[in-house]
């Protein structure tokens, strides 16, 4: 349904998005993953005909996205990160103006179409109501109603659930898995469980590259995992620990430990108490090596526990730490 060919995108000597390709099949979730300003939502603009690429190929159902973008738009439907409401018209009188707007022609009537999408996703008990006047799930609701208008095979999603509450995130999440049964659905977002919670395949991009391109299951066995029930990586094995001590001592000191091959700083939990996911080889005892280093240190070592690698995991060391600079480091070898 979507093909995407060496596409970039440059704002100056700015490179927003740098040659990147991937392909999505009929009926697939895609999540598309990354840190703010990785790209995110440049390449969606470009996928839905909002931005013109600086080169490369977008086709939308074999149709040419440069060429006929009128016709590529057709079967697409966009819920950008800020919904394009009118506030001042009710849910009602907006859902009909992107109807008229959208030039829908479909098998039932206007009425009876933009009825059965606010029946599935829920807001055909405000549809009078002014869109001004609505929580900020419910106009997230209207916002992919109008995605929805004409029955596109594709649905394009940024940041669906930002600014929601953890009740409405779950509904939201749930209303994706229902529309993926029947469209292509492309979720671009930055929250990890969003991602997993829907999405068959995953897409990662960082500073405008993209660096992965895999299920969950599978990115997690290439980068080493080990899972016996599930037949295992290359034997290495993760912790999570907790330090109360200097960030960048504590990494660098947690680095030199016995059998641990790479540190990634996770997040700082309060001020001056930082969690790092360490890569071991699997078979060095490091338990009490951990200990002694962050002990010997004069620091506090508030947790260390034994972790399989997650999509957390993934992400954090793909945009994050020594492996970015590897793979840096083999980029330029290969250009050379």
């Known amino acids: 349904m979507i093909e995407v060919k060496n596409l970039t995108k440059s704002y100056g000597d700015k490179l927003a998005v740098d040659h990147i390709s991937f392909t999505v099949k009929e009926g697939e979730i895609l999540g598309f993953l990354g840190p703010n300003g990785a790209g995110k939502s440049t390449t969606m603009n470009m996928l839905t005909g909002y931005l013109s690429a600086s080169s490369g190929e977008i086709r939308i159902n074999g149709t040419d996205m440069a060429e006929n973008p009128i016709e590529a738009k057709k079967y697409i439907g966009y819920l950008p990160e800020f919904p394009p409401l009118y506030t001042d018209m009710t849910v009602e009188e907006y859902l009909r103006f992107m109807y008229r707007l959208k030039k829908v022609s479909c098998g039932e009537t206007r009425e009876e179409h933009i009825a059965g999408i ?86 990662i991009i960082n500073e405008g590259r993209m660096i992965a391109d895999d299920t969950e299951e599978n990115l997690s066995r290439r980068m080493g995992a080990s899972d016996g029930r599930k037949g295992g990586g290359s034997g290495q094995a993760y912790f999570r620990v907790l330090v109360e001590g200097p960030r960048r001592e504590a990494a660098e000191y947690l680095r030199a430990v016995n059998g641990v091959s790479d540190v990634s700083f996770e997040r700082s939990v309060e001020e001056n108490v930082f969690s790092f996911l360490l890569e071991t080889d699997g078979r060095t005892p490091v338990r009490r090596a951990i200990y002694d280093c962050v002990s010997g240190h004069g620091w506090r070592l508030l947790g260390l526990e034994s972790r399989e690698m997650n999509l957390e995991d993934i992400f954090m060391k793909l945009t994050t730490g020594n492996y970015r600079a590897e793979q840096t480091g083999k980029e330029k070898g290969e250009r050379k």
């Open 118 to 203: 606010c029946q599935q996703v829920r807001i055909t008990e405000v549809q009078k109501r002014l869109i001004r006047n609505l929580s900020k799930g419910y106009k997230q609701r209207v916002g992919f109603a109008q995605a929805m208008i004409g029955d596109p095979k594709i649905l394009i999603l940024d940041e669906p659930t930002v600014g929601l509450d953890p009740n409405q995130m779950i509904e939201i999440r749930s209303l994706i898995r229902k529309l993926g049964k029947k469209h292509t659905v492309v979720l671009s977002s930055h929250i990890l469980p969003e991602i997993q919670a829907v999405c068959g395949r995953i897409v």
